[in-house]
């Protein structure tokens, strides 16, 4: 049998850290894209469920990747999203992105792009019990785009 990946083998049980997230980005590059922002943010979070962070972004990694390649069903990826206990679904609507300036907007690939989708947990403003990673997906590329995680950007009702 074939063993796993080098970077499967470092990954499977791993305790994750915020701190950690640009190395956890790098051993999932080719499925996954944390910008610069998204993990200088992430880096200095206050956020008490880091674990669950990264929970989300493995399923964002895997599952919805999976999906949006047509290679799993969509109720595959409510189901995941569910066990995690996540919501996923639209961000805002661009008219609304665009009072914020450039928060739901990031450049990938030389162009600006809008961070239209979101999953996340909670309702509290407070940063260190919500969660939030906010993403798009890139066709070019076959990849989840996260511009920004772990917290809320701005909306209307902060």
């Known amino acids: 049998?074939?063993?796993?990946?080098?970077e499967a083998q470092e990954d499977a049980g791993r305790q994750w850290l915020l701190r950690d997230i640009a190395e956890w980005a790098d051993?999932?590059?080719?499925?996954?894209?944390i910008l610069p922002r998204a993990i200088a943010?992430?880096?200095?979070?206050?956020?008490?469920?880091?674990?669950?962070?990264?929970?989300a972004l493995d399923m964002l990694a895997h599952t919805y990747r999976l999906v949006k390649l047509s290679e799993l069903p969509r109720e595959d990826l409510k189901a995941?999203?569910?066990?995690?206990?996540l919501f996923i679904g639209g961000s805002v609507d661009p008219a609304v992105a665009s009072q914020y300036r450039d928060a739901y907007f990031v450049m990938f690939g030389g162009r600006r792009r809008w961070l239209d989708q979101h999953v996340g947990?909670?309702?509290?403003?407070?940063?260190?019990?919500?969660?939030?990673?906010?993403?798009?997906?890139?066709?070019?590329?076959?990849?989840?785009?996260?511009?920004?995680?772990?917290?809320?950007?701005?909306?209307?009702?902060?």
């Not at 943010?41 to 929970?55: G, I, N, T, Y």
């Not at 798009?136 to 989840?144: G, K, L, M, T």
Request: hydrophobic fraction near 40%; proline fraction near 7%; aromatic fraction near 10%.
């Open 27 to 33: 051993l999932h590059s080719d499925t996954l894209t």
């Open 1 to 6: 049998a074939a063993s796993a990946p080098v």
């Open 121 to 158: 947990r909670g309702v509290s403003r407070d940063p260190r019990f919500c969660v939030r990673v906010y993403f798009f997906w890139d066709d070019e590329s076959r990849r989840v785009v996260v511009g920004w995680l772990p917290s809320h950007l701005p909306n209307s009702l902060t």
């Open 41 to 55: 943010e992430a880096r200095k979070s206050p956020c008490e469920h880091q674990a669950l962070v990264f929970d």
């Open 80 to 85: 995941k999203a569910d066990q995690l206990g």
